[in-house]
């Protein structure tokens, strides 16, 4: 960090206009379903995966809505 910057550094980014709320939401909903079924470790990991990523979109996505 630098007084008038910021760099950020990630593995993967999602442009504000790539994200859908309706697709997020979907996820949402798929993961915990799959982590309800409970059919193995790793496809365990990929629902809370795939949880943690709509949790975090969908937040965004309101947010962003508010502001335009």
Known sequence: MQ?????????TAIRAKDLDEVAAGEARKAALEAMQNKTSKE??????AEL???????????????RA
């Open 52 to 66: 943690a990523t709509a949790m975090v979109q969908l937040p965004a996505i309101r947010k962003l809505r508010h």
């Open 43 to 48: 496809k365990i990991a990929a629902a809370e």
């Open 3 to 11: 007084p008038a910057r910021v760099t950020v550094r990630a593995d």
